[in-house]
């Protein structure tokens, strides 16, 4: 062992780490899915497969190992959305925006006051919404799916869009660098089956929007007026105005640091203001 120990380089190193890597970001994406049954069911064939290689079963052996002759296709096809996730998430990790292509943080900061205010009023007249806050990975595919616009984000144009009698409510906002990039868009529904029953088609599709992309998506729910965020797959339901506000700020905000809390101070503040 020694022996081959000493054999190893640095680069030798580098193409075990990376191997296992992916091996581990590929499981990853493999637990968030069903997918994983379907991963676990050809492994138990590889183990069948070997069992009777060296039992002696020959026509189970024969019949497998030439099945597996056409796996790789079988693969692609039986893994087809989970590759396609990985890719567009590597694509948008490794896509490098400039500083002056960015939204600045005061803009930023505009647009969570604005998306906050709007979602606490949808929420109190129980009205629907669906807020799509693109991060790294480009949305160009959802947002060509509703209308396309290029608007500055208020909480009277979201309050409009998500009027129930709006033609683009049932739909998407997708914000994008600070602006209204589209609205009225179509999600992807999530193939999770072990969702809470009292999820609506909203819920399922902003965590399937969060499952196929690194974006952050709210919800207000219309039966309930209940606020919600997907992100990564998961969902915090339940939100207050302030608990949304400092949520948004700390995924989207990343470097504001102490600037959180006096955010949230202020827009408690003013939200006082206006009632009074």
């Not at 006051?113 to 009023?121: D, E, H, I, K």
């Not at 997708?174 to 999600?187: E, K, T």
Request: hydrophobic residues 50%; charged residues 25%; proline residues 2%.
């Amino acid at each position: 062992m020694w022996r081959y120990f000493t054999l190893l380089t640095v680069w030798d190193v580098l193409d075990i780490l990376i191997v296992t890597l992916a091996i581990f970001k590929f499981i990853q994406v493999m637990r968030k899915s069903n997918a994983l049954r379907v991963l676990q069911g050809i492994v138990l064939l590889l183990a069948v497969m070997l069992l009777a290689e060296l039992i002696g079963l020959r026509i189970i052996n024969y019949v497998l190992v030439n099945a597996m002759q056409i796996g790789l296709f079988a693969l692609v096809v039986v893994f087809q959305p989970e590759l396609r996730k990985m890719l567009e998430q590597m694509g948008g990790s490794s896509r490098l925006r400039s500083l002056l292509g960015r939204a600045k943080v005061g803009n930023m900061e505009h647009v969570l006051v604005q998306t906050v205010n709007a979602c606490s009023a949808l929420s109190w007249r129980r009205e629907g919404a669906l807020i799509v806050f693109e991060r790294t990975v480009m949305l160009d595919d959802i947002v060509k799916t509703g209308t396309v616009i290029d608007a500055e984000v208020t909480a009277e144009l979201l309050k409009n869009i998500f009027y129930p009698k709006a033609p683009l409510h049932d739909g998407a906002v997708v914000i994008r660098d600070g602006r209204v990039a589209g609205a009225g868009c179509v999600l992807p529904l999530t193939d999770k089956q072990d969702l809470s029953r009292d999820l609506g088609m909203r819920h399922r599709a902003a965590i399937g929007m969060s499952e196929r992309a690194d974006a952050l998506v709210v919800i207000v729910s219309e039966e309930t007026g209940s606020i919600s965020v997907a992100d990564g797959g998961s969902i915090k339901r339940h939100l207050a105005p302030e608990t949304l506000d400092l949520l948004l700020r700390k995924e989207l905000l990343p470097d504001t640091g102490e600037d959180d809390k006096r955010g949230v101070s202020r827009w408690v503040r003013k939200v006082k203001g206006t009632r009074k």
